[in-house]
C-alpha cells in the first residue's frame, strides 16, 4: 500500500524524517559517489602518474625554452634592443654581458649544454661553446675587454651574425620552435619560414604513417573477420586451441619474428624461392617484399592481427546463429544474410579492433625499422631517433604532441561518424 | 680486500690497492653498461673475471644499454638517481654525454695507470682522449666486405666499388645514418681525404655526397644493427656492404663464409667508458679503481684475444697475442696493423657533434624521398 | 502409429530419422502429415527431438534418412532461405540493429518487392498483431510480449503458407502466455494458415491445437487431438505427461466382456479398461484421472470394486478441493472434486471408499 508523500509549504516532496526528499537523496548519492571514488583512486593515482603526468611533461617539453634564458641571462636582455637584419654584429655591451654570462655557465657546466640546444637550430654552435669554455673561464672580466674583438681572435664563430640572431631567436623562455620544426618549418629572419626541401621530412612521415596504419589496419579487418568468424562458429574446444594460434606472435619474441621475416621475404627467401621455382616470377625479377613498405605492412598486420581478432571474436561469439538461420527462413539467401544481419551486428568489433589495431600502428616503431627500409618507416622512428639518439627531446616532445592530437581528431571524427557506443570488446 | 692479498699482487695492484685504502670505503657492487654480446664478453674476460678475482666480494652486473646510454643517462640524470657506474659508449656519445654534463669529467694521468715502462696516460692513449670525460678502450673501424662469390673475377679493392654497380652489380648494405657514408661518397665522388670535413660543412658539400649516393639508392639495403650486413652477406642477400671489422672478423674466420674484407678507407672509430656525472663516494671509489684496472696496458691487450679490436693504448700493441679460441694470431686482424691501415680515415667528432643534427635532417629527407 | 492420411497432406514426414553424431538416433523413425490449415502442436519432454524436426523442416538440418514432402514436393535439397516457411524463434531472433519496421520489411526486400508494397503490408500486419504504432522502434525498446508479436508478424507478413514456431511463449509470463496462445490461435485460424507448433507446456498444447503429437525418445508416442489425448492416452507416457493423473501397477487377472479385472500389488481388485493389455498374467500399470475417481458411495455402480483409502491431506483451491489419499500403499492418490454447495470435504485421517466407472480407468503397458 503506498501513502502520498508530505510535501512542504513550497510544495517540495518531503522524506519520512521532514528534510526534503530532494536533498536527503543527494546526500544518500553523494556518500554513494565518495564510496565508488574511495575504490578507484588507486587507479586513478596510477593513471595520473604513469600516464597523465608523462604527457603533460611531454606537452611542456614541447615548448619550454628555458635553458637559455635562465644561463643567459643579461645577454638575453640586452640582446633584445639588437636588430638581426641590421648587418651588423651586436655592441660590445652584449659581447661583455655575454662573457659574464658565460663564465658562469662554464662554473656550472652548463655551457656545453647550451650549445647543443642551440647546435639544434644551427650547425656549429655546439663546438662554438666547448672551445669557448675552455678560454673564457680564465678571462678577467670585465677588465681585460673589449669583449668583441676577444671573442673574435677566439673564434670567427662569435663574429658570425647567423649565431647571434640564433640566440636571439631561441632567448624566450616558451618556443614554438619545435612544434615549427615538426611541420617542416622553421623560424626565420622574418617570422615562421618553409624548411629547405632538402630537409622537409616530418609532413611526409605524419601522412605516411597515417596512410599505412589505414592500410595496416584494413588488411586487418580483411585477414581477421574471416579468422573470427570461424574461430566464433566452432566448438569452444576447438576455437580455444586455434585461439593459441592466433595469440602465437605474443609468445616470439621480436628478434624471432623478424629473423622469421627475413627468411620468408628477402629477396632469397622462402616466399621468392617458391614463386620463382613455381614459375609465377622471373628469376631477375623477384618480388621485393622487404626493406620497403610492403614489409612494414606485411610484418605490421602480423603482430596486430589479434589485436583485430579478439574483439571480433567475442563480438562474434554474442551474436547468436538464430539471427542467420531466422534471416535465412525469411527467405534471405546466405550472403544477404550475412551482409544484411550479421555483419552490421559485428560493426562494433571491427571499430574496436580497428581503433586498437590503429592507434598501435601508428605507435610502432622497432617493426618498421627492423623491416621497413628507408620507405616503409613512421613518423615514431624519428620520436625514438631524436629521444634515443640525437636527445632533441623538444622536437620529440613536439612531434608527439601532434601524433596525439591527430590520434584524439580521428577518435573524435570516429565518433561522429560511426558513433563510440558502437565499439564493443564482447 | 685483505693485507696478504694485496701483498701478493702485482706492483701495479698495489697501488691500485693503496689508493682504496687512502679513499676509505668502497662499494662491493658495479652495474656496468655495454652492448651485448661479443664484445660485452671480451670484457667480462679480459677486465671483470680478473677483476673480480683478485677484488674478493665484488660483483659486477651487466646492463646491455650502450645503444641508448645517452638517453638513458640523461633520463636518470633527470630523475636524480643514477643506477649505473661505468658506461661503455662510442667516442661521439661520449662527447655528448660530456657536453650535457651526464659524464664526469676524468684526469687521465691521475686516474688511468702508467704504462709499464712509466710513460703518463694521457701520453699512452694520445689523441684518442677525445673527450674530457672518455676514457678510450678500443679502436674498431667500419669497412667494407663482400661475397668472394659474388663479385666476378675482379674482386674489389677500394671502398668505391660501392658505388661501382657496373662492375658489381646487386644490393649492397650501408648503415642508415650519414656518418662514414657521407665521407665514402665524398671520397669516390674524388674529393681528397684531407679535405671531407670542410667540403661536407657546407651546404653544396652535403648536396654533392648525398648526389653521390643518390647513384645508387636503389641499390641499398639499409642497415641499423651491426650484425645486419653479416646475416645479409651469409644470405647471399647483397654483394657488399659495411659494417664493422669485428663482425668481419668472425663472419669471415669463425663462420667461415665465402666473404672478405676492405681494409681500404676504414674509418676509425673509438670506444671506451665514461663514468657517470654524481656517483655517490664509495661507488665512484669501486668504479675508478676498476677502471684504473681495466685500461692498464695489459688488460687492453688481452682485451683481442676475444675480439679483433684494437687495443686504446700505444704501448698494448707489442703485446697482441692470439685468439683465445682459434689460436690464430690477432695482430693482422686489427684495424691499426700498419698493413691494414694504409688508407684509414679518422672520423671526426668535433665535426660531427656540430653538425650531426642538421646533415642527418637532410640524410633521412633524401632517404624518404 | 500416424493416421496418415496420403491425400491431403500438405506437410509430409515419411520415415524420417535423424542423426548430429552418426551413432545415436535423435529422431528414430517419424510419420507424421498434415493437411492444410491444421494446428499441430509437437509435445514432449525437453530433447525428444521437437526442435529437430522443426528444424528439419525448416531446412537447417538435414534428415538423415527419410523423406519431408511440402505440398507433395520433396524438399530435402531445397535450400531454407527457398522453402517460404515462416518462422518464430524461441527467442524471437528480432534483428537488434533494425527498427521493428525494418525486421518486418526484410523479407519483403529480400524478394524484391517495391517499397509502396511493402510499407502497405508491414502496416497491415502491425495491425494483425495490434502493434500499429511500434513501428519506429528498436526491438530492445519492446517488452517481451511485444517482441513476440513482432516476431508473429515478421513470421506471418510475407504470406507464408507454413509457419512453424519453436516454444514461442517459453520467455514469457503465465498471463501473458494466455492471452498470446489465444491471439495465436486466432490469426492462424484467420489467416488460415498451417502451423506446427512446438512446446512443452501440455496446456497450452491441449488448448491451442487441433491435433497433439506426443514426442518421447525421437519417437511419436500419440498423435490425436486434445480430447482424445486427454481421455484416452495410448500409453501410460502419454497418460502420465498429459494431464494429471493416478497410477497404480498391478497384474491382470482375467478379461472378460471388454472389462479387465485387475489384481493390485498394494491389494485390492480393480476394473479398468484393456487398452494395452490382452490376457492374464500381463504387468500393467492402470491409469485414473483424479477427477474420475468418485468417493459417494451413493453414486457407484452396486456390484463395481472399490478401494479401501485413507485421506492424508485435504486442499482448498478455490474452483476444486484437491485431496491425498493412501491407495494400496501409495500415498500419492489424488482425487479432485468440484467446490459445489453440496461437496462434502474430507477429513484427514477418515477412511473412505473410492471406486470408478471402468471405462474411465485405463489398464496400459507395465
Ligand atoms: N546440433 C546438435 N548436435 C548434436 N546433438 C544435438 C544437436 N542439437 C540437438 N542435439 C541433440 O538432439 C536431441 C534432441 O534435441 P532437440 O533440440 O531436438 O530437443 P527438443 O525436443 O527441442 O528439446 P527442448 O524441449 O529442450 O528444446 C538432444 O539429445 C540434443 O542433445
Ligand atoms: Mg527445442
Redesign the pocket.
Given at each position: 500500500m503506498t501513502s502520498v508523500p508530505d510535501t512542504d509549504a513550497a510544495g517540495r516532496v518531503l522524506s519520512a524524517d521532514g528534510t526534503p526528499l530532494k536533498q536527503s537523496l543527494n546526500r544518500a548519492l553523494r556518500r554513494q559517489k565518495l564510496r565508488a571514488l574511495a575504490l578507484i583512486a588507486p587507479l586513478l593515482i596510477f593513471v595520473l602518474v604513469s600516464f597523465v603526468a608523462p604527457i603533460l611533461d611531454m606537452l611542456f617539453r614541447s615548448v619550454e625554452n628555458q635553458l637559455i634564458s635562465d644561463n643567459l641571462p643579461q645577454t638575453v636582455v640586452i640582446l633584445e634592443d639588437w636588430d638581426p637584419n641590421s648587418g651588423e654584429l651586436p655592441s660590445e655591451a652584449v659581447f661583455e654581458a655575454f662573457a659574464g654570462d658565460l663564465q658562469i655557465a662554464i662554473s656550472k657546466k652548463v655551457h656545453t649544454r647550451i650549445g647543443s640546444r642551440l647546435n639544434y637550430e644551427k650547425p656549429g654552435i655546439s663546438s662554438l661553446f666547448r672551445k669557448a669554455g675552455r678560454q673564457v673561464k680564465k678571462w678577467d672580466i670585465p677588465n681585460d675587454g673589449p669583449y668583441k674583438e676577444k671573442f673574435a681572435d677566439l673564434n670567427k664563430g662569435f663574429a658570425d651574425i647567423e649565431v647571434w640572431r640564433t640566440i636571439k631567436t631561441y632567448s624566450g623562455a616558451y618556443t614554438n620552435g619545435y612544434f615549427l620544426n615538426s611541420i617542416d618549418m622553421q623560424k626565420g629572419a622574418d617570422g615562421a619560414e618553409a624548411r629547405p626541401e632538402n630537409e622537409q621530412i616530418y609532413i611526409t612521415l605524419f601522412i605516411r604513417t597515417l596512410i599505412m596504419s589505414l592500410a595496416i589496419t584494413s588488411l586487418c579487418i580483411l585477414l581477421g573477420y574471416p579468422v573470427a568468424w570461424i574461430l566464433a562458429n566452432l566448438p569452444s574446444r576447438t576455437a580455444n586451441l586455434l585461439m593459441i594460434l592466433v595469440l602465437l606472435p605474443f609468445w616470439t619474441s621480436l628478434l624471432v619474428r623478424t629473423s622469421a621475416w627475413k627468411v620468408m621475404l628477402q629477396d632469397q627467401g622462402v616466399v621468392n624461392e617458391v614463386l620463382v621455382w613455381i614459375g609465377l616470377v622471373a628469376d631477375d625479377s623477384r618480388l621485393a617484399l622487404i626493406n620497403n613498405q610492403t614489409g612494414t605492412i606485411i610484418a605490421m598486420t602480423h603482430i596486430l592481427l589479434p589485436f583485430m581478432i579478439l574483439p571480433l571474436y567475442s563480438v562474434m561469439q554474442t551474436i547468436s546463429p538464430t539471427y542467420l538461420r531466422a534471416a535465412k527462413s525469411l527467405g534471405a539467401t546466405d550472403w544477404t544474410a550475412f551482409w544484411r544481419v550479421y555483419f552490421p551486428q559485428s560493426i562494433p568489433g571491427i571499430g574496436a579492433g580497428s581503433i586498437l589495431v590503429f592507434i598501435l600502428s601508428i605507435g610502432y616503431y622497432i617493426t618498421p625499422e627492423l623491416v621497413g627500409g628507408t620507405k616503409g618507416v613512421f613518423i615514431s622512428n624519428r620520436i625514438a631517433f631524436h629521444i634515443l639518439s640525437s636527445l632533441n627531446w623538444g622536437l620529440a616532445a613536439a612531434l608527439g604532441t601532434i601524433l596525439l592530437v591527430v590520434v584524439m581528431a580521428l577518435y573524435w571524427a570516429y565518433d561522429k561518424i560511426v558513433g563510440i557506443d558502437n565499439v564493443k570488446l564482447g | 680486500m685483505t693485507f696478504t692479498r694485496t701483498l701478493l699482487a702485482t706492483s701495479a695492484l698495489v697501488a691500485v690497492g693503496g689508493t682504496a685504502f687512502a679513499d676509505g670505503h668502497m662499494a662491493s657492487d658495479m652495474t656496468l653498461v655495454s652492448w651485448g654480446g661479443a664484445y660485452q664478453n671480451s670484457q667480462q674476460k679480459a677486465y671483470v673475471e680478473p677483476y673480480i678475482a683478485m677484488n674478493e666480494g665484488v660483483t659486477a652486473v651487466w646492463d646491455e644499454s650502450s645503444a641508448e646510454a645517452v638517453a638513458k643517462l640523461r633520463a636518470m640524470n633527470e630523475a636524480g638517481n643514477i643506477t649505473w657506474d661505468l658506461v661503455d659508449v662510442v667516442a661521439a656519445d661520449a662527447i655528448r654525454l660530456c657536453d650535457e654534463g651526464l659524464a664526469m669529467e676524468i684526469n687521465p694521468d691521475e686516474d688511468l695507470a702508467d704504462a709499464p715502462d712509466g710513460t703518463k696516460a694521457s701520453v699512452d692513449f694520445g689523441d684518442l682522449i677525445v673527450s674530457d670525460c672518455f676514457i678510450p678502450q678500443i679502436v674498431y673501424s667500419t669497412t667494407m666486405g663482400y661475397r668472394t662469390d659474388l663479385v666476378g673475377d675482379t674482386a674489389p679493392t677500394s671502398v668505391c666499388a660501392v658505388f661501382d654497380t657496373e662492375a658489381y652489380p646487386g644490393k649492397r648494405s650501408l648503415e642508415k645514418r650519414p656518418i662514414n657514408n657521407m665521407e665514402w661518397a665524398l671520397i669516390c665522388d674524388g674529393v681528397a681525404k684531407d679535405d671531407v670535413y670542410s667540403v661536407l660543412e657546407t651546404a653544396e658539400g652535403q648536396e654533392r655526397a648525398l648526389a653521390k649516393l643518390d647513384t645508387i639508392k636503389d641499390d641499398v639495403i639499409w642497415w641499423s644493427a651491426g650484425a645486419d650486413t653479416p646475416q645479409l652477406l651469409a644470405d647471399g642477400e647483397v654483394v657488399m656492404g659495411s659494417t664493422y671489422n669485428g663482425r668481419f672478423f668472425s663472419l669471415i674466420e669463425e663462420q667461415k663464409q665465402p666473404v672478405a674484407m676492405l681494409w681500404d678507407a676504414q674509418v676509425f672509430d673509438l670506444d671506451g667508458w665514461i663514468i657517470p656525472a654524481g656517483l655517490p663516494a664509495d661507488r665512484l671509489a669501486r668504479v675508478k679503481d676498476f677502471v684504473k684496472f681495466a685500461t692498464d696496458t695489459q688488460r687492453l691487450a688481452d682485451q683481442s684475444k676475444y675480439i679483433s679490436y684494437g687495443p686504446a693504448r700505444l704501448s698494448s700493441a707489442p703485446l697482441v697475442g692470439k685468439h683465445a679460441d682459434l689460436g690464430i694470431d690477432m695482430a693482422p686482424h686489427m684495424p691499426t696493423d700498419p698493413a691494414n691501415a694504409t688508407n684509414t680515415f679518422l672520423y671526426n667528432y668535433e665535426f660531427w657533434a656540430d653538425y650531426r643534427d642538421d646533415i642527418d635532417a637532410k640524410f633521412q629527407a633524401w632517404l624518404a624521398k | 502409429m500416424a493416421d496418415s492420411d496420403q491425400g491431403g497432406a500438405f506437410v509430409e514426414f515419411d520415415r524420417v530419422q535423424k542423426s548430429?553424431?552418426g551413432e545415436n538416433l535423435?529422431v528414430k523413425d517419424l510419420n507424421l502429415s498434415l493437411p492444410k490449415g491444421e494446428f499441430l502442436t509437437m509435445l514432449?519432454?525437453?530433447?525428444?527431438?521437437?526442435?529437430?524436426?522443426l528444424m528439419m523442416l525448416a531446412g537447417f538440418e538435414t534428415a538423415t534418412n527419410g523423406d519431408i514432402r511440402l505440398d507433395g514436393q520433396p524438399i530435402n535439397n531445397i535450400p531454407p532461405h527457398k522453402r517460404g516457411i515462416g518462422m518464430v524463434f524461441q527467442n524471437y531472433a528480432l534483428f537488434p540493429h533494425m527498427t521493428v519496421a525494418e525486421n518486418l520489411s526484410f523479407p519483403l526486400e529480400v524478394r524484391k518487392m517495391g517499397k509502396s508494397e511493402r510499407e502497405a503490408k508491414v502496416k497491415h500486419v502491425l495491425e494483425l498483431v495490434q502493434m500499429g504504432e511500434f513501428g519506429g522502434r528498436r526491438p530492445s525498446q519492446l517488452s517481451g510480449g511485444q517482441q513476440q508479436r513482432i516476431a508473429l508478424a515478421r513470421a506471418l507478413v510475407f504470406e507464408a503458407e507454413l509457419v512453424l514456431m519453436d516454444?514461442p511463449l517459453g520467455a514469457l509470463d503465465k498471463q501473458l502466455r494466455e492471452t498470446m496462445q489465444f491471439e495465436i490461435k486466432r490469426i492462424a485460424d484467420d489467416l488460415g494458415i498451417t502451423v506446427v507448433y512446438?512446446t512443452?507446456d501440455q496446456t497450452e498444447a491441449l488448448t491451442m491445437s487441433d491435433r497433439v503429437a506426443v514426442?518421447e525418445d525421437g519417437r511419436i508416442q500419440q498423435l490425436a487431438p486434445p480430447d482424445e489425448l486427454y481421455e484416452s492416452p495410448q500409453n501410460s507416457f502419454v497418460a502420465q505427461f498429459i494431464g494429471e493423473n493416478n497410477t497404480l501397477e498391478g497384474t491382470v487377472k482375467e478379461i472378460k466382456n471388454g472389462i479387465a479385472l485387475v489384481q493390485l500389488d498394494g491389494g485390492g481388485l480393480i476394473d479398468c479398461k484393456p487398452v494395452n493389455v490382452t490376457k492374464a498374467g500381463e504387468r500393467t500399470r492402470v491409469s485414473i484421472r483424479p477427477e474420475r475417481v468418485e468417493f459417494d458411495k451413493t453414486r457407484l455402480h452396486a456390484d463395481a470394486h472399490t478401494l479401501k483409502a485413507e485421506v492424508l491431506e485435504f486442499i482448498y483451491m478455490g474452483d476444486i478441493f484437491r485431496t491425498r489419499l493412501r491407495v494400496a500403499g501409495q500415498d500419492d492418490f489424488i482425487i479432485k472434486s468440484r467446490n459445489a454447495p453440496d461437496q462434502v470435504r474430507l477429513e484427514p485421517g477418515s477412511e473412505i471408499e473410492i471406486g470408478w466407472l471402468a471405462e474411465d480407468c485405463r489398464a496400459l503397458d507395465a
Open positions: - | - | 548430429y553424431d535423435v514432449g519432454p525437453s530433447g525428444s527431438g521437437k526442435t529437430t524436426c516454444e512446438v512443452h514426442f
